[in-house]
């Protein structure tokens, strides 16, 4: 039982809606334990050398991504609101949770109405020294999951959460895996990456994949640009093979590219494609009267790539995709 001072084991938490949570979360809102497990995966993955969690830049991508895993682990059919938590647990006993104002910037009188204000107020925010410390020690770091487990949801949902937590730190390996081979220069080590990807998990798997490609387009649609946070932190894009999973088991980060779900659809159905790195429409989408017109406009705009060339698809993969997936007659 965690001891009654433990700061972790007292975070106030909205139970002002018996409707929105049932006995799985102990009819309390599950924001704050659920970042609070995601920090400790970062903490896992060596992410937290200093106390300050950011509010913006790769490890905040990854604390939103580690968040929304934990949040669909219990609720399927529900996203998590990012912002709720960031900002409420400032006001948790212990100062466990402290917003850094950014210079130049002014603290805010009440919560913002999106993470995209928050973020512009707010640096990060920083753990308290006991906090940081306890998270960097294995043993204890374990023990703070068990608290957080063991007082915000029932029993039945720890397997699921317990089992997120192995997934997300074996999806960060794995993404490291990708990363290091597209780093790695020309030689492309497929045997590699294949014989990695069957160890994994398939959840951990596919997390890993979406992470490193999501990271290497910076999470921006690489087909019609968009880029999208919702402004309760939530990203849209997708992490797209080129040629299939089922067909290539080619998680290589230059067998993936980031999408919109509607380019992703549009591309599995193979409604575009790409030629010389130009985007190609096929017939199918350009004779369909309602289709969307930010579509009809992508015809021959060039494919946006990553800034690092190591992370550029493999136009092999396109010409395949061409080949075998085009819809390049109107039936
Ligand atoms: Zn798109």
Redesign the pocket.
Known sequence: MPAPQDPLATLRRDHGNPDAWDPRTRGGAPHKPLVLLAVCDLAEEGKLDSPLIPFDGPVADQLADLFQVYFRALYLDRRGELLLPLWHLKSDRGSIWTLRVREGASPLESRPRSLASLVEHYRGADLSEELHARLMDKDRRDGAREVLLGTYFDPASHDALLQRSRWNVQSESYRNILVDEARSGAVRKRAGIVSASLAMPEPARSQGFRFAVLDAYGRE?A????RVNTPLGRTIVQGAHIKPWSESKDDRISNGFC??P??HSCFDEGLWSVKDLAIRLSPVLELTENAPTYLAALKGRPLRQPTHSCFHPDPSNFEWHETYMFRSGPI
């Open positions: 649609c087909a019609c640009g968009f999408l919109c509607t380019c």
